[in-house]
């Protein structure tokens, strides 16, 4: 375990763009948490840093491990990732956020866009439709899409529902199984497949881990947000809220996400 001191040190963080950030934040500056990813303690007093914690910039912080993160946010400096330093001491990273990430595309042409689009961590808030090419992959009695992932060590092929050329994905309806509601995972490694009954061939498509927030657990975070940018635009909101969402949660999809925030934060 390592402690570790927050500075008011310049911090440079290379983002998954490729880009080289610096900031130098406000020595007096306070901090907001929004999120803890892995454990994260006050020195002063053993306590876990939680979301909605304020704390200054010289916080003495014990981080459990490496992995350990939390994203932070202030209404002078903006949103940060405040991470163990890789070299240990006593100084804590402020990683420079992501900003400006794209959503998911919209509709699904071909093959390499169903593999593009469920990849790495795919996010799903609640239930979204896709438009899938008819064209390409029609969609029937015969012919669908399914998704197989493991739970409880079996097996699980689940078909997906589908609406003319609507691709339907509704998290309780995946983890439904024999008809009985399942636990919803936070994370859960899946392959889609395209069935073909006529033909009895089934071709997989991808593989990812699907990610499933917790509404009510994210709407607490996304009000840390909403509490700091008050003086910010709507736009301007949606996009910090996209660049955490892909930052701590997965890849958005752009009408998944504006459903969800009309809906939970009148956004």
């Given at each position: 375990?390592?402690?570790?001191?927050?500075?008011?040190?310049?911090?440079?963080?290379?983002?998954?763009?490729?880009?080289?950030?610096?900031?130098?934040?406000?020595?007096?500056?306070?901090?907001?948490?929004?999120?803890?990813?892995?454990?994260?303690?006050?020195?002063?007093?053993?306590?876990?840093?939680?979301?909605?914690?304020?704390?200054?910039?010289?916080?003495?912080?014990?981080?459990?491990?490496?992995?350990?993160?939390?994203?932070?946010?202030?209404?002078?400096?903006?949103?940060?990732v405040l991470t163990?330093?890789?070299?240990?001491?006593?100084?804590?990273?402020?990683?420079?956020?992501?900003?400006?990430?794209?959503?998911?595309?919209?509709?699904?042409?071909?093959?390499?866009?169903?593999?593009?689009?469920?990849?790495?961590?795919?996010?799903?808030?609640?239930?979204?439709?896709?438009?899938?090419?008819?064209?390409?992959?029609?969609?029937?009695?015969?012919?669908?899409?399914?998704?197989?992932?493991?739970?409880?060590?079996?097996?699980?092929?689940?078909?997906?529902?589908?609406?003319?050329?609507?691709?339907?994905?509704?998290?309780?309806?995946?983890?439904?199984?024999?008809?009985?509601?399942?636990?919803?995972?936070?994370?859960?490694?899946?392959?889609?497949?395209?069935?073909?009954?006529?033909?009895?061939?089934?071709?997989?498509?991808?593989?990812?881990?699907?990610?499933?927030?917790?509404?009510?657990?994210?709407?607490?975070?996304?009000?840390?947000?909403?509490?700091?940018?008050?003086?910010?635009?709507?736009?301007?909101?949606?996009?910090?809220?996209?660049?955490?969402?892909?930052?701590?949660?997965?890849?958005?999809?752009?009408?998944n996400l504006e459903?969800?925030?009309?809906?939970?934060?009148?956004?």
């Amino acid at each position: 375990m390592k402690t570790l001191i927050l500075s008011g040190m310049a911090a440079i963080g290379i983002l998954a763009t490729g880009f080289v950030a610096t900031y130098t934040p406000p020595v007096a500056d306070n901090y907001t948490v929004i999120k803890v990813d892995g454990k994260i303690t006050y020195v002063k007093n053993g306590k876990d840093l939680i979301t909605g914690d304020l704390f200054e910039s010289n916080e003495k912080l014990k981080f459990a491990t490496q992995e350990s993160r939390a994203a932070v946010i202030s209404s002078i400096s903006g949103r940060f990732v405040l991470t163990p330093d890789p070299k240990g001491g006593e100084a804590a990273n402020l990683l420079p956020a992501m900003s400006n990430v794209a959503t998911r595309s919209g509709a699904l042409i071909n093959a390499l866009d169903l593999k593009n689009h469920f990849s790495e961590n795919y996010l799903l808030l609640d239930e979204m439709e896709l438009k899938i090419n008819s064209e390409v992959y029609p969609m029937n009695n015969n012919n669908f899409f399914y998704l197989q992932y493991e739970m409880n060590g079996e097996v699980i092929p689940k078909k997906l529902d589908f609406t003319e050329d609507r691709l339907e994905l509704t998290a309780a309806e995946i983890y439904t199984i024999d008809g009985k509601p399942q636990p919803i995972p936070a994370e859960k490694e899946m392959s889609l497949y395209y069935r073909d009954n006529a033909n009895k061939k089934s071709t997989k498509i991808s593989e990812f881990t699907l990610v499933v927030p917790k509404s009510d657990v994210l709407k607490v975070e996304l009000e840390v947000i909403l509490g700091e940018l008050k003086s910010k635009s709507d736009e301007q909101i949606r996009s910090e809220i996209t660049a955490y969402m892909y930052e701590f949660y997965g890849k958005p999809q752009k009408e998944n996400l504006e459903d969800w925030l009309s809906k939970n934060m009148s956004l």
